[in-house]
């Protein structure tokens, strides 16, 4: 990684902390690894990043329905998903340091890349965190919290299709907390223990699973626009055969460019009918579906879209941050802003801040915004860049005239005039998702 680029990673931390995006979990404590807090910035972000994805999959579609499954689940689940046996990643531990590394991250031959030391033997350490069911803390009471949320889609497929009276093709999304020991968790929050997915599961016919694999790559590429990511920071990787999850049979990562190098925001899976096939011979239950057109009785294939939240989070702050001469901005796609306007008073007299609350009192029922009065106007603007507000709105002598104010747009910076009465419409034209 260059200087600059750690740089870029380190100022956009330090901007996180300073504006409330995003605090280290228990920092009064010193912190716990790979665990953040979001703040009030953070929180608007994330809710409307996953808005954002919710409305894309289930409110404009007729093919998808909703799901938040628990994140506990029967312990039989994850043997037929192949999670107890397979989620795993290659261990291994430096005798000198003690630093612990994934063996397919690093060159074994050379030891330790912290102190050169010798290197245990690579062990398989399984990802899922366990705890136990009940005050009892034996074998029979072990359950895992979920490292993927998918796995509540298939036990509840038949659940949804017959209260939503839905026939193949068809899909069911859900977005939810999952959790991963990660031996090596990092890159601020790319990499955590405890993340949220936004994942959805899409049932076809078998046979028709190449033609939607492909539906479905192009379609989530395209969404990435909406989030504002540019279409230069984006691409596709396809995993070769020794990359593929146990369950996939095809699988293509869109990869961002962050400030540390290209890496996967989103996994695209072909996984057959792995994952109903089991659950059928682990619960023996019958989980065939009966397709009304052809009379056939089959498993249906999936087709896997899934993401992070944090790590879009992540992508969205590294893709909107930028430096200029005199300030620094936030350039987010209007609809994830987490502050959609400010509203100023020029000063703080002459009935001014009336006017001002006014206004921010009207566009409170519909979007997040913020009323400030304090400081010199251009102190005002920068700190709304710091945070990406997209528009701040200044009650000034001429409004209390004409009834006009200004608008300031974030990234020409570019001013005018309209109606006070139009600030609501202006808004809703440009803002919402
Ligand atoms: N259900 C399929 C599945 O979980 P994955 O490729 O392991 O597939 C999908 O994960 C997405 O979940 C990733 O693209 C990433 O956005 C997010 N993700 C996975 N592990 C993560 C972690 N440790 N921290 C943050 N996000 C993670």
Known sequence: MTEQLTNTMDKLVSLCKRRGFIYQSSEIYGGINSCYDYGPMGVELKK????????????????????????????????????VEGFTDPLVDCKKCKQRFRADQIDTTQGCPNCGGELTEPRMFNL?????????????????LRPETAQGIYVNFHNVRESSRRKLPFG?????????????????????????QMEMQYFVSPGSDEEWFEYWKEERIKWYSRLGIRSEKLRFHQHQEDELAHYAKKAFDIEFEFPFGWNEIEGIHNRTDYDLRRHQEYSRKNLLYFDPETKERYIPYVIETSTGVDRLLLTTLANAYEEEEERVVLRFAPAVAPMKAAVFPLVKKDGMPEVARNIVNGLRKYFRVFYDESGAIGRRYRRQDEIGTPYCFTVDSQTLEDGTVTVRERDTMAQERISQDRVLEYLMERVLI
């Open 128 to 144: 899922m965190f366990k705890t136990f069911m009940g005050p009892v803390e034996d074998d029979a009471n072990i359950v895992y």
């Open 172 to 196: 069911i999304a859900q977005i939810g907390k999952a959790f991963r020991n990660e031996i090596t968790p990092g890159n601020f929050i790319f990499r955590m223990r405890e993340f949220e």
């Open 48 to 83: 409307n990043i996953k808005n954002l994805w919710w409305k894309s999959m289930v409110y404009e579609r007729d093919d998808i329905e909703g799901l938040d499954a628990s994140i506990l689940m029967h312990p039989r689940v994850w043997e037929a998903s192949g999670h």
